[in-house]
């Protein structure tokens, strides 16, 4: 395959934004849209599923408590939020009682709409997936996804 010379293609932050999104939805899998009590169409019953339990602490807002940690370089502060990350050690996982594999991502820019104006953009992602103990004690397979 020969490279062609003066052939430029262009991602557009849009595009790029939207492909992110469906990657990590997909990602995300069964817990996006959990499955409840019913049957299949095969006879046989679904599973509820049954939800991990959040780490203890996390970031207290005005009106409640979420269950994160900022792990990164402490030295970085994000710009729209104002939070300054937590260290290296800090853990990823949003879930006690998790063995597996853990991404976080943070993205900062801005964004103009189709209207002209212009928006501040701030996200932190993250994509888990691994082993937990439910919050009904059984030992659970599960694919993550924190938008």
Do not use: C
Not at 48 to 58: C, F, H, L
Not at 74 to 93: K, Q
């Amino acid at each position: 395959m020969e490279l062609q010379s003066g052939r430029v293609s262009a991602l557009s932050r849009r595009t790029f934004v939207k492909g992110a999104a469906v990657a990590v939805a997909g990602a995300s899998g069964s817990l996006a849209w959990p499955a409840g009590a019913g049957a299949r169409s095969d006879g046989e019953r679904l599973q509820t599923v049954v939800p991990p339990t959040p780490i203890p602490g996390g970031i207290q807002t005005p009106t409640r408590q979420i269950h994160v940690w900022l792990p990164g370089d402490p030295a970085v502060t994000l710009p729209f939020s104002g939070n300054t990350l937590m260290g290296f050690d800090v853990d990823p996982s949003t879930i006690t009682d998790r063995r597996g594999f853990s991404a976080v991502a943070y993205h900062a820019g801005s964004a103009t709409g189709s209207d002209g104006a212009t928006y501040n953009l701030e996200t932190d992602i993250r994509a888990y997936q691994g082993t937990y103990i439910a919050s009904d004690g059984i030992q659970r397979f599960g694919k993550f996804a924190l938008i």
